[in-house]
Nanobody, 125 residues
Framework: VQLQASGGDLVQPGGSLRLSCAVS????????IGWFRQAPGKEREFVAAIKWRGGSTRYADSVKGRFTISRDTVKSTVALQMNSLKPEDTAVYYC???????????????????WGQGTLVTVSS
C-alpha cells in the first residue's frame, strides 16, 4: 500500500484548506485511512480517520466541528477538509493505512502499517 499526501500550504487563521491522500491499493474494503500530524517539538497526534467500508469516522476532540474527513471510492482518495484553522493546527500532516476489520477506525498510530510522506500546513498571519 502506498499513500501520497498533498495540499499543504500557508493559510491565515480562520481560513480553510483541503488535504488529499491518494492510496495505491485496491480494493480497500478492510482498511481504515487516518490523518495524523506532528508539530515542531511535539509528538505525532491523531487527527481523523475513516473506514473504507461503511465510512464510519473518528475525530480528535481538538478538530471536531472544524475538520471533515471523507473518501472517494472511485478515485481511491481520502480528503481532509480543514475549516476555521488556528495557529495550533500548524504541523506536518501524514496519511496512513490500517488493515483492520473493526467497525470504527483506530486513533492509535501504532496500528497503522503504511504511511505516506507528510505535507506541511502552516497557519499564520
Amino acid at each position: 500500500v502506498q499513500l501520497q499526501a498533498s495540499g499543504g500550504d500557508l493559510v491565515q487563521p480562520g481560513g480553510s484548506l483541503r488535504l488529499s491522500c491518494a492510496v495505491s491499493k485496491s480494493p480497500l474494503d478492510h482498511y481504515a485511512i487516518g490523518w495524523f500530524r506532528q508539530a515542531p517539538g511535539k509528538e505525532r497526534e491523531f487527527v481523523a480517520a475513516i473506514k473504507w467500508r461503511g465510512g464510519s469516522t473518528r475525530y480528535a476532540d481538538s478538530v471536531k466541528g472544524r475538520f471533515t474527513i471523507s473518501r472517494d471510492t472511485v478515485k481511491s482518495t481520502v480528503a481532509l477538509q480543514m475549516n476555521s484553522l488556528k495557529p495550533e493546527d500548524t504541523a506536518v500532516y501524514y496519511c496512513a493505512a490500517d488493515y483492520d476489520s473493526s467497525w470504527f477506525p483506530s486513533p492509535d498510530a501504532d496500528e497503522y502499517d503504511y504511511w505516506g510522506q507528510g505535507t506541511l500546513v502552516t497557519v499564520s498571519s
